[in-house]
T-cell receptor, first 111, second 111 residues
Framework: NAGVTQTPKFRILKIGQSMTLQCTQD?????MYWYRQDPGMGLKLIYYSVGAGITDKGEVPNGYNVSRSTTEDFPLRLELAAPSQTSVYFCASSRTGWEQYFGPGTRLTVT | GENVEQHPSTLSVQEGDSAVIKCTYSDSASNYFPWYKQELGKRPQLIIDIRSNVGEKKDQRIAVTLNKTAKHFSLHITETQPEDSAVYFC??????????FGKGITLSVRP
């Protein structure tokens, strides 16, 4: 199993541009999550999903959107990118909702 | 909502010594407490977890203890090695769908 995969690994965006961060898992996990990690600030939950067709906001959802049309994929959409969205983004998945397994991350810079 | 705090932000120990990292949480309804290790530039990885019906759990050189009355839990690493150097995150959950993370502690093991 590849586990949780994320693309791209790195991206530089200009202010106002949009992009989609891709996340795929091949473990048939129902639960999927998007976090952002800023230096010294831990992991903040952006959005999560408990199954296909179901999504909910986390702690810091503003400026982001998600969809969950399949069990495997959970893309994160950034509209009108802002410098405050410069961060490392991690996707995670879980079978039970307890133990979470993380992808390798996407490092995003908005200038 | 839940608030998880980790102190101090950095810890330095001599190789072979023990390290103890403590976390406090605010919501008495929290019932799941995982610890994640993140090496520089890598993804967070689950190393051990504990549920509220257990006071202690051990896995080789690492152990976690939970004090529900005081609302704190600790990670214990014995016989530390240079490869234990990393950022360690604690987290807490009141349900099986969301985790609240602390800001992380940087552990340095001096050879």
């Amino acid at each position: 199993n590849a586990g949780v995969t994320q693309t791209p690994k790195f991206r530089i965006l200009k202010i106002g541009q949009s992009m989609t961060l891709q996340c795929t898992q091949d473990m048939n996990h129902n639960y999927m999550y998007w976090y952002r990690q800023d230096p010294g600030m831990g992991l903040k939950l952006i959005y999560y999903s408990v199954g296909a067709g179901i999504t909910d906001k986390g702690e810091v959802p503003n400026g982001y959107n998600v969809s969950r049309s399949t069990t495997e994929d959970f893309p994160l959409r950034l509209e009108l990118a802002a410098p405050s969205q410069t961060s490392v983004y991690f996707c995670a998945s879980s079978r039970t909702g307890w133990e979470q397994y993380f992808g390798p991350g996407t490092r995003l810079t908005v200038t | 909502g839940e608030n998880v705090e980790q102190h101090p932000s950095t810890l330095s120990v001599q190789e072979g010594d023990s390290a103890v990292i403590k976390c406090t949480y605010s919501d008495s309804a929290s019932n799941y407490f995982p610890w994640y290790k993140q090496e520089l530039g890598k993804r967070p990885q689950l190393i051990i977890d504990i549920r509220s019906n257990v006071g202690e759990k051990k896995d080789q050189r690492i152990a976690v203890t939970l004090n529900k009355t005081a609302k704190h839990f600790s990670l214990h690493i014995t016989e530390t090695q240079p490869e234990d150097s990393a950022v360690y995150f604690c987290a807490a959950s009141t349900s099986n769908s969301k985790l609240t993370f602390g800001k992380g502690i940087t552990l340095s093991v001096r050879p």
